[in-house]
Each structure stands twice: as structure tokens, then as C-alpha cells.
């Protein structure tokens, strides 16, 4: 079955930066991809999707900017780089999958996504 395993997290001071990866296992086929994040008691945010090729990305005002979202097909990774990490980015990070999905600026809808990864801790301290 397709499974996405991500990796890259853990614990930093205020302006570092970390890159997220996912691993996609299971599918021959590369998926529309993005990644969300879920801070503690709040509801899961997305904050970046890329089209199969990677010819295309797409982000919200919160991954704009300090976020770049980009994938290397041939590794089955997608990746999230992430400069100048602030306290507020404290969450734990979800990639997922939508497997009809060709347009990332369609895809800041949870409810399409069809795989999830288990997550991955961000901390942030000041």
C-alpha cells in the first residue's frame, strides 16, 4: 500500500532552519503533494502544495516566503526547506497525497488528500 514517511524534524532555536522530507513508498505514480502542520490544540494547516512534475507549487500566507516546497521523483521524496524558523512554527508537520489532484492551487482542501504521513516534531525555541 502507499505510505509516506516523513523525516527532518526536531528541535531548534529561533533562525535556524530545517529541511522536512517525505518518502513516498507504494506507487509507481507520482501524486500531487503538501505539506500541512498542526499546531498543539489547533486544527491542521496547509502550507504548500506541488504538482507531480514539481513544474508547479502553490502556498498559503503562512508557508509563503520562509517555505519552499519542491520534490525529486526519481528519490520519491518531497521536501519542505524552512529558514528562519520562529517559535510560532512549533508544530508537528504532515506531508500527504492526493492521488487525482493536478493543480496545487486547488489543494488547500484537507479533505482531498487520500495518504498521510505520521508526522514529524518541529520545535522551535526562542
Known amino acids: 500500500q502507499v505510505r509516506l514517511v516523513e523525516s527532518g524534524g526536531g528541535s531548534v532555536q529561533a533562525g535556524d532552519s530545517l529541511r522536512l522530507s517525505c518518502v513516498v513508498s507504494?506507487?509507481?505514480?507520482?501524486?500531487?503533494m503538501a505539506w500541512w502542520r498542526q499546531k498543539p490544540g489547533k486544527e491542521r494547516e496547509f502550507l504548500a502544495a506541488?504538482?507531480?512534475?514539481?513544474?508547479?507549487?502553490y502556498y498559503s500566507d503562512s508557508g509563503e516566503g520562509r517555505f519552499t516546497i519542491s520534490r525529486d521523483n526519481a528519490k520519491s521524496t518531497i521536501y519542505l526547506q524552512m529558514l528562519k524558523l520562529k517559535p510560532e512554527d512549533t508544530a508537528v508537520y504532515y506531508c500527504a497525497g492526493d492521488r487525482f489532484g493536478t493543480e496545487p492551487s486547488m489543494a488547500a482542501s484537507r479533505d482531498r488528500y487520500d495518504y498521510w504521513g505520521q508526522g514529524t516534531q518541529v520545535t522551535v525555541a526562542t
Open positions: 506541488i504538482s507531480r512534475t514539481g513544474s508547479s507549487t
Open positions: 507504494g506507487t509507481f505514480s507520482p501524486y500531487l
